[in-house]
Every structure is written in structure tokens, then in C-alpha cells.
């Protein structure tokens, strides 16, 4: 046996690690002579620039009826633009090695562009061009509905996403939240060139534009590039206000079969909005619960313990007009009600007990330590820098997280944990074959 | 059009450095001081082809059953210990090899790479974390392969594709044989290959090649060399005399979908420049919308929805290239052949086009460039080459080699490997058409909300 000096058990108990207390990352507020507004970290280490932005509105702003707009117009945006046709637009797009990516989220619109700066110029007008004057000819249009046709094709086979669309269906009827992102069979092939239009026209605009840039650039230069991309568009966005969602709760399990071995079940509450004074304890709660890996209560109870799935875990969405906090476990057919009596079990033990002192310091080891882990790589400090700008959570958010992560309390995460989790109030989606029917306490009530 | 091959040149501005423990360990240090955070490798080459006959799944599972303990670290602590260090980590497993990281703060690399010493030789197993596990193991194939007609295809191509490679048999194992694994079995395979002289230690990050060098000698350079040579002799393909076909009719497949593998070397197996030639010959036939095989079947024929392709390049033994594409509604697979079959025949007879080699180049040179954004990346980068046998110096000249490949060399691997019978075409039938319950109407939905 090889000796290895100090105890290995004593290293679980070292002080928080020096990332943790910041790195000195400078963060620039750019602002264009346009008025366009960035935030910027230079990095003048490898020749690229990484670019993240977003416009709010995102896939609830999909008409009624023409669910699956938004995404439609994110897979259309390298499908030609002003003179170019797609593929003059996207052999421009592979010859500057330029990427760009489009990405409908529920709340907002999420671009995403990188460059090497040798190529900048020519790199931001075509992301201008793509914006500002895209094309939607009829054969591209042809084409890329039968691919997202295609994906829903296999998306109705795919259980974990049947699950989730039949949960957000249950929860959030008619809201557009419990609308499906991709759009429907129906909805898609009645989708237009002109939908694709009225929606980047409304949706598109400066008044609801956020951006984060890091990289091989300066302020000055940051700032003539942001008028040249974003300038084109109109300054005010059209938004459609959208309701404030109050989810629907179980308890109440729906099982959708399909012929497969290994069933998916996805289950869930309401959540803790964004700016609720709860949010950070909140989670807190939720790596103790299932965020934290193996570092979770379900992980360790359902995977280590008992050997019932590969993956068990819980989130929490803190939409803009509806938070929900929503977990999945995938488990052989015979298994499914054993795992989900062992995940209730586990909910309700947590809102009546709270987790142990030593699992609240644990978490808030992990959740502070790692935080410097996001910044690694340019796209990753871009998207944490839009993430914060999207959320309104200020300029100074990197230096303040920690504190506010270390500031929880047992009493704060105890509090939260009833308030949250409510293993008799679980509305569960299935899909698969599970061999006992999914039995539950009481009738679904409305929520 | 090569700018992004000149600044490709202006990257790798620290030197990567490499050396060798006493024991054998080879250690490649890839210092990048942007943010205070380190990623830390081990890779042991040894993989799914270096299991003995019978014991498939057995590389993996005992990747799995690493994260248990060890004499200092109690049963389930590992990650919880990377965790509350702030770190994450994770590993994976190939044919070829099985690799461990965690990403870390730069003041716990000391802890991680202590761990890491620590579990490649003193791994200790019970009979009740290897029962458990074995189920885990059992339902993530039921995720991975056994819930999707398209993974479940794929792994039967493998298996027609290498009549005798041990790549023919799945990473994770064919299920019979995961039942019967054993605590024993783990063990063997981990006495037989984890050891110094047969991984490599990748740190990336925030660190200087000295404390990298004084931390390995600390902790891995305590570990005695196994002694007996570790060798991976596995069986050779022979010559294939037919192409194969292998049909899956499935109710939840979708859409028809058709694929295409070929045999072809990967960059450890290949002669000088055949595999940057292949590297550049997939990604014009079947990259994105810009490729061949997307204009072909998606723009001008209409007959697919879709439609790409890949090189796995990474192998020790053998590569492979794949050609895919997904049926329109109304097309069959025959239609989809035809037109797979057409754009083969087009690569093979009159090759690619300068233009093309150019679009390509810049692109694939630059992929080099983005990946030098990420430490983790970046590890993974010199992991995989360095693992099947190549030197730093073999990844660092990658652009430039690329930049010498010509519109001759493509056609000449075209012509090569491109060959009926050192293929296998996949076919899923969407059969009997199945009707679920996405949209309006929830068509198979039963028992609604059983209460």
C-alpha cells in the first residue's frame, strides 16, 4: 500500500478556496455613441471575441396559435440575409469561421456570436445583416420547417421530452408557458415568412437589447461595433404583455405510455421568483435537494443507496411571471413507484426536519467555491455577465454572490423548505410502462 | 481565404511542457493564468477493447465504482469531497481509454491530485457498492441505448461493423453480460491497468510547470511501477468481402432514418496526413448546410430533412466516418441510399473543389483557436491525441499540417476509404407508425392522472 502523508478526510474542511474571493475580473459599462448599452471584460490573452445578448420576449411572445414562431426564426437566422441568399450567407459564415447561434428561451431571445478577431468586421456585419435584414425565402422556409417537423417527429418518441411538455401543459395551461417552445405539428406548418417578420419587427428591438462582450477588444472599439450590429434596429420593441402565471399543483400523477423499458417521470412545484428575498436560500435548498449531484439528497438516496436510476435530479426556473421549482428521474419500468415514494419520502422529510448543519455548510462550500468556476473560458464569463443583466441583478453581482450565498441561514433554508416543498402537493408526469399505476393521496386539486 | 489559419499561429502562447515521473507517469502541464482555476486529468489507456472476452461493460463499471473509496476516502466521499472543495469533477469512458478530471479553484489542486494518487491504487470495493452499482450501470443502458431505436441501431452497426475489433461490442456492455459482472472482475481489470506508466496527468490552468512537477512527484510519484509491461493487444479486423445492411423497424423511430459507416484510420492509425485529409474531406462532405451531403439530399434533391456526417478520429486501432440522413415526409429509405450512394460516388470520382478545401481549412483551423478559450477544452484537446500514443509536438503542428493537405490528398482518401465493403448501412423504419401525445391531442395517453 502506497502512503500518501496527511489524512485525506482532514482536507474536506479547508477554508473557502482563493477563486472564491474573486479574481479581479474587470467589468466595463460600454456605452455607444448610439446609446447602446454593454457590459465588457477585456482579455487580450487569445485573438477572439465572444459576444452574448438578448432581447426579452423570447417564446411567450408566440401568438396564440403560432406556438413555435420563436424557435422557428432562431433555426432561420444563417438563412440568408440582405443580398445573400442562404447559402451565399453561410458559406460567408464558414469561410470567417464565425459562429453564431440563436437560442428561444421562454423569456427571452438569446444570440450568441464568436469571432477571431482577425475576422471582427466582416463578422459583425453579418450578425447585423442577420438581424436587421433577414430574408425567410420561401425554400429556406420550406426547408427548415421540415426539419423542425422532423424533431418533433422524434421528439414525441423521446420520453423525457413528453414528460416535460405534458408537465408545462398541466401546470401552466393556456399561459404561454404551457405552451410547447418548438410548436406544435399543427402550428408549425401553418407558420409563415410573415410570422417569422411580425416577430423579429416586435421582438427584436434596442429598448429590450442586454449585451456582454469579453475578449480581444477595447471600449472604444466595442462601442462603433455596437451601433454598427445593433443600429439598424427599430428602437422600441412591441411586446404582448404576458400574465403572471400561478402554476397549477397535484397532487396529481398523469402517465403517458410509451413502449419503452425504462420510464421517465418528471415532477414538480411551485418555485421562488428571481427577486424574491427567498431565491438565494431557496437555492441553497434545491443543490441539497437535487441540484448538487452526488452531493444531493435524491442522488444519494435513489442512485446510491438503492441502485434505482442513473439520473435523478431537480432545478429551479425562475421564469420572469412564474417560478417553478421541477425534478426527473429516469427508472426502469417495475421501479417507478418505489422511486417515487423514495423522492416524496425524501421532499417531506426535508420541509419537516431541514437538511443536517453538515449538509448546509457542504452546500454553501460548493456553491461559493465553485462560482469562480463559471468564469473560465470567454463564452462562459459572457453568458454568466448576460445571465446577470437578463435577472436586473447589477453591475456589482460577481463580488456581492458569495456573501449572499454565505449569508444563509439553517432558519432561512428550513423556512424555504417548507414553503417549497410540498411532497402531498407533487404534479408528476410518466412516460414509459410502469408497472404499478401511479397512484397518488387525494384528487388533483386546482391550484 | 486563410485568415483564420494566420491567427491560429498567434495562439499557444505559453509553452506546454511534458515530462516523465520515476514510475513511469507521464505529465503534461498547459499553464493558462486568465482566471485563478485549474482542470485536472488522468487518463489511463485503457478502455472497452482491453476487456477480456465475456466481461463487456466491465471498463466502464469500474469507472463507476472509482467514485467509492478508498482506505483515507470513506465509501460515496469522493465527489462530496471535490464538492465541498468547490470543485467538480466527473470521468469517462471509450474504447480506448478511461479518463478522471475535476475543475477546481488553483489552491485545491494539492487536494484533487492527493485523491487522484490515492484511487489508482488503493481502491477499496464491498460486495453491497458493487451490487448497487451495477444497477446504476443497468439503467443508465436503459437511457443510453435500450429507451432510443436510433442508439439501439448504432450500437447494432458497431457490432456489423467490426466483425472481429473489439469495437464492435458497446462501451457500456451488452446487458447479459453487465448482469453477471463482478467485484472480482473490477478489481482484475483495475490491478491490470491502473497504474503510472500507463496513465498520463494532464493540469491545465493557473499553474507553473515546477509546483506541477514537485505536486506530481509528492503524491502520484509515490506509486511503485506495476513492473509487468502493460500491453493492449487486441484482435485486427480482416479484410471485409461484402458491405452489410442492418434494418430496425421501430414504433418510436420517428422518421426513417438512413446511415452510412465506413472503416477508416483514425490519427493514431493513420500514415502521415491521411487522417488531416480525412478531417477535411468530412467536414466538406458533411459539416453543417455548407457540406455535400446537406446540398445534395436537403437543398437540391429535397429527398432528406436532414442530412450530415462525422470522423471519429480518436481510435487506436481504426477511425470511422458515418453519413447520415432523416427522411422528408414522404420519402422512403431507398430514396435516402440513393442519394448517400450519389454523393460517395461524386466524392470518390471527382473530389472536392478548392473553394471548398479553403472554407473548410479556415474553419477547422479555427476550431483549434476556440478551443484554446477553455482550459477544460483544451485538456481534453491534448488528452485524446496524447492517450492514443501522439506527442504534444503531433497537436500543436495540427493547423499547420492541415495547411498542407490538397484537393489531390482528399480525393485520394476519398477513393481509399470510401469503399463498399468496409461499410455498413443502418436503416430505422418508423414501423408500425405511432401516433403519441405531443400537441393536441394526447392520442396514446392513458390512465390520465389515476388517482
Sequence with gaps: ?447 | MSVAAVAAEEVVPERVSEFTLANGLDVVVIPDHRAPVVTQMVWYKAGAADEPPGSSGIAHFLEHLMFKGTDKIPTGQFSKIIARNGGEDNAFTNHDVTAYFQRVARDRLATVMEMEADRMVNLRLTPEDVKTERDVILEERRSRVDNDPGSILQEQMMAALYRNHPYGIPIIGWEHEMEELTREDALSFYHRFYAPENAILIVAGDVETDEVRALAEKTFGKIPRHGEHVKRVRPQEPEHDAAVTVTLEDARAGRTTVQRYYIAPSYASAKPGEAEAIDLLMRIAAHGATSRIYKRLVVEQKVAASAGGWYTDSGLDSGRVGFYAIAGAAHTDEDLERAIDGVIAELRETGVTQDELNRARASQVAEFVYNSDSISRMARQYGWRLAAGMSVEDVEEWPDRLKQVTVDDIRAVARKYLVENDSVTGILKPVPEYTSSIGNKPAQAAGNGKS
Design chain 1, 1 to 447: 500500500m502506497v502512503r500518501l502523508g496527511a489524512s485525506l478526510a482532514a482536507l474536506a474542511l479547508l477554508a473557502t478556496p482563493a477563486a472564491a474571493k474573486g479574481s479581479g475580473m474587470k467589468i466595463q459599462e460600454v456605452t455607444s455613441p448610439g446609446g447602446i448599452r454593454a457590459w465588457l471584460v477585456e482579455s487580450h490573452a487569445n485573438p477572439l471575441i465572444a459576444m452574448r445578448f438578448a432581447f426579452r420576449g423570447g417564446a411567450s411572445q408566440d401568438e396564440p396559435g403560432k406556438d413555435g414562431v420563436a424557435y422557428f426564426v432562431t433555426a432561420m437566422m444563417d438563412e440568408g440575409a440582405g443580398d445573400l441568399d442562404s447559402t451565399a450567407f453561410q458559406e460567408r459564415e464558414q469561410a470567417l469561421a464565425m459562429r453564431m447561434d440563436f437560442d428561444a428561451g421562454r423569456d427571452v431571445m438569446l444570440g450568441s456570436l464568436q469571432t477571431l478577431t482577425a475576422n471582427k468586421d466582416e463578422v459583425f456585419d453579418l450578425l447585423r445583416l442577420a438581424m436587421a435584414k433577414p430574408r425567410f425565402d420561401e425554400d429556406a422556409l420550406a426547408r427548415v420547417r421540415a426539419q423542425i417537423l422532423a424533431g418533433l417527429k422524434f421528439d414525441e418518441n423521446d420520453p423525457e421530452t413528453v414528460a416535460s411538455i405534458a408537465w408545462d401543459k398541466l401546470a401552466f395551461h393556456d399561459h404561454p408557458y404551457g405552451r410547447p417552445v418548438k410548436g406544435t405539428m399543427q402550428s408549425v406548418s401553418a407558420i409563415t415568412a410573415d410570422d417569422l417578420h411580425n416577430y423579429v419587427r416586435r421582438v427584436f428591438a434596442r429598448d429590450k437589447l442586454v449585451i456582454s462582450v469579453v475578449g480581444d477588444i477595447d471600449a472604444e472599439e466595442l462601442g462603433k461595433a455596437l451601433d454598427k450590429i445593433f443600429g439598424d434596429l427599430p428602437e422600441k420593441s412591441e411586446l404582448a404583455p404576458v400574465a403572471d402565471a400561478n402554476p397549477t399543483l397535484g397532487p396529481r400523477r398523469e402517465v403517458i405510455v410509451m413502449d419503452v423499458p425504462q420510464s421517465v417521470a418528471q415532477f414538480g412545484l411551485r418555485g421562488v421568483s428571481r427577486h424574491d428575498n427567498d431565491f438565494i436560500p431557496a437555492y441553497v435548498l434545491n443543490y441539497i435537494v437535487g441540484g448538487g449531484g452526488f452531493s444531493s439528497r435524491l442522488m444519494e438516496e435513489v442512485r446510491e443507496k438503492r441502485g434505482l436510476a442513473y439520473s435523478v435530479y431537480s432545478n429551479l426556473y425562475p421564469y420572469q411571471h412564474g417560478a417553478v421549482f421541477i425534478g426527473n428521474v429516469a427508472t426502469k419500468n417495475e421501479a417507478v413507484a418505489r422511486s417515487l415514494t423514495v423522492i416524496q419520502d425524501e421532499l417531506g422529510r426535508l420541509a419537516d426536519e431541514g437538511p443536517s448543519q453538515a449538509e448546509l455548510d457542504s452546500a454553501k462550500a460548493y456553491l461559493t467555491g465553485a462560482y469562480a468556476l463559471r468564469f473560465e473560458s470567454s463564452t462562459s464569463i459572457a453568458s454568466q455577465l448576460l445571465w446577470i443583466q437578463i435577472e436586473d441583478l447589477g453591475i456589482d453581482y460577481v463580488k456581492k454572490r458569495n456573501a449572499l450565498v454565505e449569508a444563509v441561514t439553517m432558519d432561512d433554508v428550513k423556512r424555504v423548505a417548507k414553503r417549497l416543498l410540498a411532497p402531498d402537493r407533487l404534479l408528476t408526469t410518466i412516460v414509459g410502462k410502469p408497472v404499478e399505476p401511479a397512484a397518488v393521496a387525494g384528487q388533483g386539486a386546482p391550484g
